[in-house]
């Protein structure tokens, strides 16, 4: 087996390759690199070939961390068969680059599976798991929208239902704005009151996904007011609920904003919307859980992906861990 990785920047390449294996990897996604690099951040692009047929990419980022840097490779790398034999040698390939970078560690989180099978493939190349949360969208709440209209709505909670159908009696208006800082300002206050930080990059983000009509800012509106906003990207063959904001109201405008939501996914032929992440059944303290219960009730299921996998280059990286397994347990869950 002859192996080979080298610098890959052919977007039409990239894209037919992610599409083909993994449609759901947002963050391997030719747009988010672009992304990365318009908020400044160090990435490459690389793709790994076997007797020069493409087998493998995957989209790395260089990440300034407090306790030092790291190379990151976020719902990644996406391979056409995972063979330990392509991860060997990519090992190989990152920890040339980890020196060339000054990284600490490695830290991927690929969509696969969440199964012994997975686990124990990583493993046995060296990774554990890492100590963060679950995050990057590896434990997600989707919904397929093959189905008409009515078996969606059918299929959903009887109380989603009828906040819906509520909030239309209401007068609540959806609508589409091109006008990120509507929902910057909301999102910025729905920070504050929930005490959570801020993504950074959302305009980035914004503006990226806009010039490919990946993108959509959805406002619910009720007497001329905005009650709730949504960010939705369509990469693949799903469109995902990435960032949402709120004010605090008993109008039920969330409802039907991400109604109108999986409306514009179903138009656009796409296969999926992901409602992104949830709290685990087991961590009722998660401040996800009023979230969750939002989530859910739309109807779909759970996919559980492999957590992300740290493979370390460095003693100094036993910091990091210890570092963020202290702050995981003072949060509690």
């Not at 192996?3 to 390759?17: D, R």
């Not at 063979?83 to 190989?92: F, Q």
């Not at 969330?254 to 685990?280: M, T």
Request: charge should be positive; glycine fraction near 6%.
């Amino acid at each position: 087996m002859n192996i080979q990785i080298k610098a890959l920047e052919n977007k039409s390449i990239w894209e037919e390759f992610a599409n083909k294996y993994a449609p759901q990897s947002l963050f391997q996604s030719w747009n988010w690199g672009e992304v990365v690099r318009k908020g400044q951040n160090t990435s490459f692009r690389i793709g790994l070939y076997e007797d020069d047929n493409l087998v493998g990419i995957a989209q790395v980022v260089a990440i300034e961390a407090k306790k030092g840097r790291f190379l990151h490779i976020r719902h990644g790398p996406i391979l056409k068969d995972y063979k330990e034999e392509y991860l060997k040698d990519l090992i190989i390939f990152l920890k040339q680059k980890a020196k060339e970078y000054n990284a600490l560690y490695v830290r991927i989180s690929p969509l696969i599976e969440n199964s012994k099978t997975n686990n124990i493939l990583f493993k046995n190349l060296g990774f554990h798991d890492s100590p963060l949360h679950a995050l990057d969208g590896e434990y997600v709440w989707v919904l397929s929208i093959d189905n008409p209209e009515e078996e969606l709505l059918a299929n959903m909670r009887k109380t989603t239902r009828y906040l819906i159908r509520k909030a239309q009696k209401m007068g609540v208006i959806v609508e589409k704005s091109d006008n990120i800082n509507q929902f910057l300002d909301l999102y910025s206050a729905t920070s504050r009151r929930h005490g959570f930080v801020e993504h950074k990059g959302i305009r980035e983000e914004f503006d990226v996904f806009s010039q490919n009509n990946q993108v959509a800012l959805f406002l619910a509106k009720y007497q001329g007011q905005i009650v709730a906003a949504a960010l939705i990207l369509f990469s693949g063959i799903q469109a995902i609920y990435h960032h949402g904001a709120s004010i605090t109201t008993d109008i039920p405008g969330s409802y039907l904003l991400q109604w109108e939501a999986i409306r514009e996914a179903k138009k656009r032929g796409l296969k999926y919307y992901n409602f992104w992440g949830i709290a685990p059944e087991n961590k009722p303290n998660h401040p996800w859980h009023g979230l969750t219960l939002f989530k859910t009730g739309f109807g779909g299921k759970v996919k559980d992906y492999l957590h992300a996998q740290d493979l370390s280059f460095s003693p100094l990286y036993y910091f990091t861990y210890i570092a963020e397994s202290l702050r995981k347990a003072k949060r509690g869950y």
